[in-house]
């Protein structure tokens, strides 16, 4: 089973529409949590922190249910360029350089 | 232009040859990372440094792979007799020391072993 699990997708949604991807993690001592967005052969790039409050961007809101290790991300109100892939990651404290990825969900936004 | 680097971009290799790829971080991040990425997965973690330390090295990380980072400044990737397997795309990252702090990625060095 992997650290990071998310569902591959491909979420093909209309422009507007609300989607939400989900992640799950295998371990307790996690600390640190994450969205990261890649294009299509791109580097990643930091979408949001996840706290565990939940925590809202605009369009984009991030959960976190440390009970069911659990992450999710909510896009509301769609656009073409959400179309990426997003990535769930997750940093343990005890080993803070490591950042342990998902394989990503892949979105495409279509008009 | 003030992010991290990387070069060569691409690099095409026979099996068997040696490789060198070099990261340029951000000039104030201590810390700096090596991923390896294939298509389809996310970005696995090779190995990382605070400064010139090497803190933790990824079981990826076979005896073929070395990395250095002699001042605390840029470093280097290197893979001896590559293997098909290796073919990927190598990404460095860096960052400010904490779990919390954003790891700012480099555009990657894709490596294609034939």
């Known amino acids: 089973r992997k650290e990071v699990e998310q569902d591959p997708g491909p979420f093909n949604v209309p422009e507007g529409a609300t989607v939400a991807f989900n992640c799950t993690y295998s371990n307790s001592a996690s600390q640190s949590f994450f969205w990261y967005r890649q294009d299509c052969r791109k580097e990643p790039k930091l979408l949001m922190s996840v706290y565990s409050s939940g925590n809202e961007d605009g369009r984009f809101t991030a959960q976190l249910n440390r009970a069911s290790q659990y992450i999710s991300l909510l896009i509301r109100d769609s656009k073409l360029s959400d179309s990426a892939t997003y990535l769930c990651?997750?940093?343990?404290?005890?080993?803070?350089?490591?950042?342990?990825f998902g394989d990503g969900t892949t979105l495409t936004v279509k008009p | 232009d003030t992010g991290v680097s990387q070069d060569p971009r691409h690099k095409i290799t026979k099996r068997g040859q040696n490789v060198t790829f070099r990261c340029d971080p951000i000039?104030?991040?201590?810390?700096l990372y090596w991923y390896r990425q294939t298509l389809g997965q996310g970005p696995e973690f090779l190995t990382y440094?605070?400064?010139?330390?090497?803190?933790?090295k990824s079981r990826l990380l076979s005896d073929r792979f070395s990395a250095e980072r002699p001042k605390g400044s840029f470093s280097t990737l290197e893979i001896q007799r590559t293997e098909q397997g290796d073919s990927a795309m190598y990404l460095c990252?860096?960052?400010?020391?904490?779990?919390?702090?954003?790891?700012?990625f480099g555009p990657g060095t894709r490596l294609t072993v034939t």
């Open positions: 440094f605070q400064n010139e330390a090497q803190l933790e």
């Open positions: 000039s104030e991040h201590n810390r």
């Open positions: 990252a860096s960052s400010l020391e904490s779990s919390s702090y954003e790891q700012y």
């Open positions: 990651v997750v940093r343990v404290r005890t080993n803070a350089g490591k950042s342990t």
